[in-house]
């Protein structure tokens, strides 16, 4: 079997490609992140990579799983006035839930 990694998905932020990543990882696939952290010309593409022999159960564990805008928590702003910061369910000043 083959150790080559391959590119499952070609993302804009890290934040969504670490999601990715340990949605993965949970579900038994080792994967990677590159190009997460922004270069000399600014930001680009993330990539998410797993295993050649492992490239078709990773496509399908992530195609049975909304898009990662509607999985993430997108920025809000809760009924106490905070604004939390995208991905977080929880307010960071008065505990209370994302509706």
């Known amino acids: 079997m083959s150790d080559q990694l391959v590119i499952i998905a070609a993302l804009a932020d890290g934040l969504t490609a670490h999601s990715m990543r340990l949605l993965l990882e949970a579900s038994g696939i080792q994967a ?57 369910h929880l307010c960071w000043s008065c505990g209370a839930e994302h509706s």
């Open 32 to 88: 990677f992140v590159t190009g997460d952290f922004p270069s000399e010309h600014g930001a680009d593409e993330v990539h998410v990579m797993v295993r050649e022999q492992d490239r078709e159960l990773a496509q399908q564990i992530v195609s049975e799983v909304p898009q990662a805008s509607e999985v993430l928590i997108p920025e809000w702003v809760c009924e106490c006035g905070a604004t939390v910061d995208a991905g977080f």
